[in-house]
């Protein structure tokens, strides 16, 4: 820290991320239990924590928050404290911005085609879903499928946040531009006035559609991008990380007590809905400040091996989870709607865990693995590999994706 440099991974960061793809698949098995009621205690004295799980949608605001965190995390590291505003966007990452988004394209979208495939295949022997049309396979291939709001959810319910995750990565370069030659403090201002606005335009217009687009997000991935920067600058002691630690848990769990009356799932346009985002990021930050600070008996909550292992094939789970919910019903392994419970809820997250885990760790070692060393490789490196040019690689499987959508479209 007295350098300047920053350490650019920490197991407990990866272990936030195994917490917020499980707490994102609790969500989604309680809505597929039938919302049930989660009484804990004695009768005349319990509790019912049913919005935790009615608020597990909040993981998909932790990979958000995380993800300006560690990219921020990456180029500070790269390029150590800048004495003048950098006069170029290279300077500012560390590294040419084709290098970077290689980098990007080869973290996100490897499991995403192979999920996509498995999705088609299904679709075809009319187990899941449908075949999508042209125009959504291809806005869905280059993973703008928010464009064309019926298109958001139309093959995978959770696919609606990557849009926001990969144009976030498109923006970075820009967005670390600003922060270095305007200031952290001034970036995360600006990037509230843009949501705050995006969401004026949403309530006037009476037209949901801003909601889909990667404006209305900006402060979760810039808020990611301060709390990186002011921690890197000032760094906690360890009484510091502490009390960070226990003031972002708190906020954390009571936060969904808090909201819980609100209409709907997720509720943006009144006063509450409106305070939620400060209230959520802000807790999600100085959990990650206090995890980067110091190691304390907090961090060992996220740097416990089964966890950090969690965390390393998250992504997977994140694909992978809604559709085995989904499916688990039609080989008689669903919930029990008409009397929904805590056995039927537990009975569902268990057995979504067995699936997806088989399938994640699959994923993750056949598809995403390889593809990530393949980028990382040096030239030398990359001629004796099998995946010698993975870009090409991939542009290849999306290309196939397109034609086999269009031949199945036809038959």
Known sequence: MATGRVRTHLDAL???????ALAVLAFHAWLNAGHPALPVGPEAFSVDLSPYAKFGWIGVDVFFVLSGFLLTRVALSRTGPLTAPPRSIAESLGESYGS???RRILRVYPA???CMSVLLGLAVLGVYGHVPDELDMLLHVFMSHNFVERYIVSMNGVFWTLPFEWHFYLLFPLLLWLLRRFGAVALYAGAVVVVLATKAQVIWA???FGQLLVLIRLDAFCAGMLASFLSHKYPLGRRAAIAAALAGMALLLTLPFVFAKQPGVVHYYDVLGFVKPFWMHAAICLVLCAIT???TAFVRLFDHPAIVWLGTISYSIYLWHLPVVELLPSVGLGADLAAPSWGGYLRLVAWTLAFVIPLSVASYYTIERPFQRAGARR????????LRRPVALLLVWAAALLVATAILRRL
């Open 14 to 20: 990866t272990g936030v991320r195994a917490y917020a």
């Open 100 to 102: 970077y988004l290689r």
């Open 112 to 114: 995403y085609y192979a």
């Open 206 to 208: 009476d037209d949901g």
């Open 293 to 295: 600070a110091t190691r």
């Open 379 to 386: 030239p030398d490196e990359a001629r004796a590999s099998p």
